[in-house]
């Protein structure tokens, strides 16, 4: 059924973006019309690694007939970490691709490739689809549709589920014996080996840079906090492969170390807050999977009267967190999305922001607070403050996103929590939908 359902949709695509796709897209004068290249037998990528394994294990298969798969890039050699390669992944799964050119394909692009002429194969454990010629066998049907990354854990990785997939690790940082050191050798252009720890299980993965990427002579970030990269195996290894930097958010405080032995002892320290809180922020919600509650990363959802939290829900590629009382079953609901516990005493000039949409506005039910006595589970025994920001209201535009403004959180001082507060009543008819999205917390120093 998926099959008709992908072939259906492509047919689709053709009728509507024929214009479009030719206009985006080179292609050698030689080469076949590529809304020609037949179909054949579509197989979905999880499918073909499936093939392999079944039938061509430890050999190599080159695909004589028709063979399509469809599927998003989630890697392209722009940042110089591969090169001649990029990387493909569908619903079922994701596979490596070994161009004959450097260009052509793009993170972002939504393709077809029919695989006649080209070689699914092992290389060194890493299963690949070799002899990709992008205009033989390649059609872009779509540019700049991101594939959102997996949440998963190191160990999950190293099951070997997720071989050539785009995934997000939370609560990792890189060694002790990494820091200070580079992603690699950029003045010799020798690719490194870092290795990277999750704090919740101990478990280490290696993080490989080419000597010839963008960020090569990058230091590596001291913090933790999460990043989203590829999957390779090199022999028994399994090893990641950043895309950009901007994927490392990697700013907060680092696991397993001692209060007294960091050595940056500054004088200030009060005792009563442990040292905690975040001095970063940039959470954009597109970790968490549609309809749960926003509770990870020292983030909560509370409900303070009714049944109903905060929860992700997405809108095309865009997840964000939402609040309402349509359809619900209580008279009334009260309910609370709340930030990490942030250390104002560990920032010169602390600004916050972030974006806040309506899907239907009914009533005046939604406002921001910031408190400095929130124990991380009783909202109804904290002291919340109102906070100054532009929030949406009834004259915007439904599903537009707003920017709150800077807020600057300089004025205080401590480990706050910053809130928005939703309240609605089905009964009364204040069923408003509101939505926050891009929270952002830095040093403006
Ligand atoms: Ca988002």
């Known amino acids: 059924?998926?099959?008709?359902?992908?072939?259906?949709?492509?047919?689709?695509?053709?009728?509507?973006?024929?214009?479009?796709?030719?206009?985006?897209?080179?292609?050698?004068?030689?080469?076949?019309?590529?809304?020609?290249?037949?179909?054949?037998?579509?197989?979905?990528?999880?499918?073909?690694?499936?093939?392999?394994?079944?039938?061509?294990?430890?050999?190599?298969?080159?695909?004589?007939?028709?063979?399509?798969?469809?599927?998003?890039?989630?890697?392209?050699?722009?940042?110089?970490?591969?090169?001649?390669?990029?990387?493909?992944?569908?619903?079922?799964?994701?596979?490596?691709?070994?161009?004959?050119?450097?260009?052509?394909?793009?993170?972002?692009?939504?393709?077809?490739?029919?695989?006649?002429?080209?070689?699914?194969?092992?290389?060194?454990?890493?299963?690949?689809i070799d002899s990709v010629h992008t205009g033989n066998n390649v059609t872009k049907l779509e540019t700049q549709q991101q594939k959102l990354p997996t949440p998963v854990?190191?160990?999950?990785?190293?099951?070997?589920?997720?071989?050539?997939?785009?995934?997000?690790?939370?609560?990792?940082?890189?060694?002790?014996?990494?820091?200070?050191?580079?992603?690699?050798?950029?003045?010799?252009?020798?690719?490194?080996?870092?290795?990277?720890?999750e704090c919740s299980s101990d478990d280490q993965i290696i993080v490989r840079t080419s000597g010839y990427a963008n960020f090569a002579e990058d230091t590596i970030p001291e913090g933790n906090g999460s990043l989203i990269a590829i999957v390779a195996q090199f022999r028994d290894e399994t090893q990641l492969y950043i895309r950009s930097l901007e994927e490392m958010d990697m700013a907060g405080a680092r696991c397993g170390e001692e209060d007294d032995?960091?050595?940056?002892?500054?004088?200030?320290?009060?005792?009563?807050?442990?040292?905690?809180?975040?001095?970063?922020?940039?959470?954009?919600?597109?970790s968490y999977p549609d309809h749960d509650p926003i509770d990870q990363n020292g983030w909560s959802s509370i409900a303070e009267?009714?049944?109903?939290?905060?929860?992700?829900?997405?809108?095309?590629?865009?997840?964000?967190?939402?609040?309402?009382?349509?359809?619900?079953?209580?008279?009334?609901?009260?309910?609370?999305?709340?930030?990490?516990?942030?250390?104002?005493?560990?920032?010169?000039?602390?600004?916050?922001?972030?974006?806040?949409?309506?899907?239907?506005?009914?009533?005046?039910g939604f406002s921001l607070h910031v408190s400095f006595d929130f124990d991380g589970s009783d909202v109804t025994q904290a002291n919340w403050e109102p906070l100054e920001a532009r929030l949406v209201e009834e004259s915007d535009d439904w599903n537009t996103w707003i920017d709150s403004g800077l807020i600057n959180l300089s004025e205080f001082d401590g480990i706050a929590h910053i809130a928005w507060r939703y309240e609605g009543s089905e009964p009364q008819g204040n069923t408003g939908t509101f939505r926050v999205d891009n929270v952002k917390l830095y040093d403006e120093e």
């Open 305 to 364: 009267e009714g049944s109903r939290v905060w929860i992700c829900r997405t809108f095309g590629n865009n997840h964000y967190a939402q609040a309402t009382a349509f359809n619900s079953p209580d008279d009334v609901n009260i309910m609370w999305l709340i930030t990490p516990a942030i250390n104002l005493d560990e920032m010169t000039n602390p600004v916050f922001e972030f974006q806040s949409a309506h899907a239907h506005y009914s009533h005046d």
């Open 153 to 197: 854990t190191i160990s999950e990785i190293v099951s070997g589920d997720y071989q050539a997939r785009l995934v997000k690790l939370d609560g990792v940082q890189f060694t002790d014996s990494e820091m200070g050191l580079t992603f690699a050798d950029a003045e010799n252009l020798q690719a490194q080996n870092r290795m990277l720890e």
């Open 261 to 286: 032995d960091n050595g940056d002892d500054n004088g200030d320290d009060n005792g009563d807050d442990n040292g905690e809180g975040v001095t970063f922020l940039d959470e954009d919600f597109q």
């Open 1 to 128: 059924m998926r099959h008709l359902k992908f072939k259906y949709f492509n047919l689709l695509l053709l009728f509507v973006a024929t214009g479009l796709i030719t206009a985006c897209v080179e292609y050698d004068h030689d080469a076949p019309d590529p809304l020609d290249i037949p179909d054949g037998t579509v197989m979905e990528i999880g499918e073909l690694r499936q093939f392999y394994h079944q039938n061509h294990e430890g050999a190599s298969h080159k695909f004589m007939g028709d063979t399509t798969i469809y599927g998003f890039i989630t890697m392209d050699g722009s940042s110089g970490n591969i090169y001649r390669s990029a990387y493909i992944e569908d619903e079922s799964g994701a596979i490596n691709l070994r161009l004959m050119s450097p260009s052509g394909l793009y993170q972002g692009d939504y393709i077809k490739v029919n695989l006649k002429g080209t070689v699914l194969g092992s290389y060194q454990q890493m299963l690949q």
